[in-house]
Structure formats: structure tokens, C-alpha cells
């Protein structure tokens, strides 16, 4: 069986920068093992990069402002402009909303 990666997937889908973000919070084993489906508002990686300098230094405030990208339960396609999704392992659907300015 393969694994899931939800680095791999952000990188694949240029998402890169915020799953950096979610992996320097250390959620990266919280998104890849929620037994509850997530919705994840990823910024772009331009849009990551553009507040790079911004982006808090401590870990405690970084882990709240990823977490506040990340929401319990499985948005509609209808909800978002786009959207990215990808069934891992245990069938549960993760949706990546792009939101663009």
C-alpha cells in the first residue's frame, strides 16, 4: 500500500510553500493522519512568499496562523473557486481551496 504525502501532494499541485509552512508548524502528521476529513484554504505560493518576512518566529504563533488555513469537516466544491482534492489511505477526502487576490 502506498503512503500518502501531503508535502508531496502540496508540491505537486505548487502548494509547496504553505505545506512548508504546515510541516515548520509540525501539522504535517495531524493532515496526513486526521481520521476526520479537513478542509485546507492553502495560500499560493506567491502569496506565501509575499509575507514571508512577516511570518511569525515563534513556533506557538506560527502552529495558530497554519490552523487557522485548517478546518474540520469537507467543504462542496460549490463553496470554493477551486479546488484540489485527494482521497489517501482511509477514504477520506482532503480539499485544498486556492484562494486568489
Known amino acids: 500500500m502506498t ?3 501531503w508535502c508531496e501532494w502540496a508540491e505537486s499541485n505548487n502548494l509547496n510553500e504553505y505545506a512548508k509552512l504546515v510541516a515548520e508548524a509540525d ?3 495531524f493532515v496526513e493522519g ?3 476529513p ?3 484554504f492553502a ?3 506567491e502569496a506565501v512568499c509575499a509575507v514571508a518576512h512577516k ?3 515563534d513556533m506557538q504563533l506560527l502552529r495558530e496562523l497554519v490552523c487557522v488555513h485548517i478546518t474540520m469537516g469537507s467543504l462542496r466544491y ?3 473557486r477551486s479546488a484540489l482534492h485527494r482521497t489517501c489511505k482511509t477514504r477520506l477526502i482532503y ?3 486556492c484562494v486568489q487576490s
Open 34 to 36: 486526521s481520521e476526520t
Open 3 to 5: 503512503t500518502w504525502s
Open 38 to 40: 479537513l478542509t485546507l
Open 43 to 45: 495560500p499560493s505560493n
Open 95 to 97: 480539499r485544498v481551496l
Open 55 to 57: 511570518l511569525p518566529g
Open 27 to 29: 501539522l504535517t502528521s
Open 78 to 80: 460549490a463553496h470554493g
